[in-house]
């Protein structure tokens, strides 16, 4: 059960970090300061294997149909893929992503739409990159930065820059599940950080990646329990001045049947955390919780009140 001695706790131990400001989310033309207004990523997945399949888009009209309903449900971004992260499933070529993924953004960006791809391909960026897309929610670990940034400097892009221990998100070796996995993740940002800013690329968020690359035999308890933690100390991150992404967690194993209210669920525990921008299957819910806790956060709770 989470409490409110445990969270004042968390609070007292790193109340330095509390109040760190980050800097505002930059994308295309847009200054966003995602402390006041938070940014909600919605998802549309291009793939079959994908596991949320509420999301799944079976051709390029469904997608940009499900992406400009997103837009008008309250995304800010519109993050399309064409692979699931999941190592268990089927792998897809560049070629296979380039040819899904092309149509679809430049249908979304045509009508306005902000979109962000999600790969850890550098073709794949650079071909949606060239499409009108904005974001790249580059799902790769280190070892292909120094080709991946010098494509998102060109473009000027941002990237949502995952926390990523292996070759990329579906890779499950190195993953490990701390019980404070905070000062490993900081470690590991201010290395691709440095890394990324010196290749030109000057418009970073980052994500530590919950939800990748867990091993098969790591129970869904233990991993939900790491999730949780990880949302709570989020606004520790906050010391590097990024704004921080946060992939909310299904956590189809707690919630079973209702699984659709995960996301809203995990969207308090982010909020708390300090995140700036929620990628999300369920932009509706995600979007009326934010303005719950908005409109909640202006009024006094103190007894008497």
Do not use: W
């Amino acid at each position: 059960m989470i409490s409110l001695a445990q969270l004042a706790d968390l609070a007292r131990r790193f109340e330095a970090d509390l109040s760190v400001p980050v800097a505002p989310l930059r994308v295309g033309d847009r200054h966003i300061d995602v402390d006041t207004t938070p940014v909600i990523m919605g998802c549309v997945n291009l793939s079959p294997d994908s596991t949320y399949r509420e999301s799944v888009a079976t051709s390029t009209e469904s997608a940009v149909r499900k992406g400009r309903i997103l837009a008008a449900q309250g995304a800010d971004i519109v993050d399309v893929g064409a692979e699931s992260s999941n190592p268990r499933t089927r792998q897809v070529s560049v070629a296979e992503q380039v040819a899904a993924l092309v149509p679809v953004v430049k249908g979304l960006a045509s009508e306005g739409v902000a979109v962000s791809v999600e790969t850890y391909e550098p073709a794949v960026a650079q071909s949606c990159l060239d499409a009108g897309a904005l974001l790249v929610n580059y799902s790769g670990g280190p070892a292909s930065d120094g080709e991946m940034f010098p494509v998102l400097a060109d473009h000027g892009a941002t990237v949502v820059l995952c926390h990523v221990e292996g070759t990329n998100s579906r890779d499950v070796r190195a993953k490990g599940i701390d019980q404070d996995p905070v000062p490993r993740m900081l470690d590991y940002f201010e290395k691709r950080v440095d890394h990324a800013r010196s290749a030109g690329v000057d418009r970073i968020v980052v994500d530590p990646g919950i939800g990748f690359s867990h091993d098969k035999h790591i129970s869904a308890d233990t991993r939900v329990h790491y999730q949780g933690r990880a949302l709570l100390n989020t606004f520790r991150l906050r010391r590097m001045g990024l704004p921080i992404c946060h992939s909310l967690p299904h956590a189809f194993s707690l919630f079973e049947d209702e699984f659709r209210t995960a996301e809203g669920f995990f969207t308090v525990l982010a909020h708390l955390g300090g995140t700036g921008v929620y990628r999300t299957h369920e932009v509706p819910r995600t979007r009326a919780v934010l303005a719950a806790l908005r409109a909640l956060g202006t009024q006094s709770f103190a007894p008497g009140t």
